[in-house]
């Protein structure tokens, strides 16, 4: 167990809907990044936040957006689904500011399914 | 379920024999290296990291070389077990770079 956690483990919805996935960072850790994982494309880097900021951004659609709240937890939203989005989005959380040089740690993700 | 594709590289190993996962990574600037494991329907779990000032680095039952040379990066798993099976990932990047993942090397362990 990796001390994140994510929520929920499974997502079923139609494609134009919007949803919202959380995660938990481990006990003490101010950074948290969302990745997504599909078949064809691997893990793939979202977005970064360190202490409720924005850090750092990867390959995330202008339809999805993320925060961090005070109590470090994060939200990953995702609107106007489609086909397509379908994936395992993962978030990972560590104790530094960047990510360089630093090991992250997983949680279990969770499992889009757009229909 | 399967958490990631299905076409990935496959290495079986016999239960009790050594495992060699091998990496190339292209970014010569990248200086930090970790290596993933992740299991059917759960996260990549960290096994072991290494930095470019180093070129080997051992864990329990795992070591990780690094060639900066021809960018090649192994992970060794002694006296593998069926526990061991799982889809192996090296990642890396450099200063504040996100980190970048591979595809990705699924171990089979066959008892």
């Known amino acids: 167990d990796s001390g994140v956690t994510q929520t929920p483990k499974h997502l079923i919805t139609a494609t134009g809907q919007r949803v919202t996935l959380r995660c938990s960072p481990r006990?003490?850790?101010?950074?948290v990044y969302w990745y997504q994982q599909s078949l064809d494309q691997g893990l793939q880097f979202l977005i970064q936040?360190?202490?409720?900021?924005?850090?750092a951004k990867g390959n995330i659609l202008e339809r999805f957006s993320a925060q961090q709240f005070p109590d470090l937890h994060s939200e990953l939203n995702l609107s106007s689904l489609e086909l397509g989005d379908s994936a395992l989005y993962f978030c990972?959380?560590?104790?530094?500011?960047?990510?360089?040089?630093?090991?992250?740690?997983f949680g279990p993700g969770t499992r889009l399914l757009v229909l | 379920g399967e958490s990631v594709g299905l076409h990935l590289p496959t290495l079986s190993v016999q239960e009790g024999d050594n495992s060699i996962i091998n990496c190339a990574y292209s970014?010569?600037?990248?200086?930090?290296f970790i290596w993933y494991k992740q299991e059917s329907g759960k996260g990549p779990q960290f096994i072991i990291d290494?930095?470019?000032?180093?070129d080997k680095r051992q864990g329990q039952r795992v070591t990780v070389l690094l060639n900066k040379t021809v960018k090649h990066l192994s992970l060794q798993i002694a006296a593998t077990q069926p526990g061991d099976s799982a889809v192996y990932f090296c990642?890396?990047?450099?200063?504040?770079?996100?980190?970048?993942f591979g595809k990705g090397t699924r171990l089979s362990v066959i008892a």
């Open positions: 970014n010569s600037a990248s200086d930090y």
């Open positions: 936040y360190y202490n409720g900021e924005e850090r």
């Open positions: 990972a959380s560590s104790s530094t500011p960047t990510s360089g040089g630093a090991s992250q740690y």
């Open positions: 290494i930095r470019s000032n180093m």
């Open positions: 006990s003490g850790d101010l950074s």
């Open positions: 990642a890396e990047n450099s200063g504040n770079t996100p980190l970048v």
